[in-house]
């Protein structure tokens, strides 16, 4: 079983930043897709960046250019850099990694990202 354990979270003036991270346990982590995907209140949940076995990327239209996703296969991490951030952003964000197929078979706990206006 792998377990996703996010930190990074927290309250952010519009216009800042904030680093997200998630380890994963388990050594076939190279081999997953990995993804961060967001919640907002009353709002379904959206994916807004993911990243493939090889580091292909892809992004949200609402992030693109301002967040940046990646990963390090030798510390099991995936990180979301997010910069020129916006009200809009808040959301409980979720990390999520996939052994194939489209759909996520691991989830973290979720963290709070909070952008003030």
């Known amino acids: 079983q792998v377990q996703l354990v996010e930190s990074g979270g927290g309250l952010v003036q519009a216009g800042g930043s904030l680093r997200l991270s998630c380890v994963a346990s388990?050594?076939?982590?190279?081999?997953?897709?990995m993804a961060w995907l967001r919640q907002a209140p009353g709002k379904e949940r959206e994916s807004v960046a993911s990243i493939s076995s090889g580091g292909s990327t892809n992004y949200s239209d609402h992030v693109k250019g301002r967040f940046t996703i990646s990963r390090d296969n030798v510390k099991n991490m995936v990180t979301l850099q997010m910069n020129s951030l916006k009200p809009e952003d808040t959301a409980v964000y979720y990390c999520a990694g996939s052994g194939g197929g489209l759909k996520y078979d691991y989830w973290g706990q979720g963290t709070q990202v909070t952008v003030s206006s």
């Open positions: 388990g050594r076939r982590f190279s081999y997953y897709r």
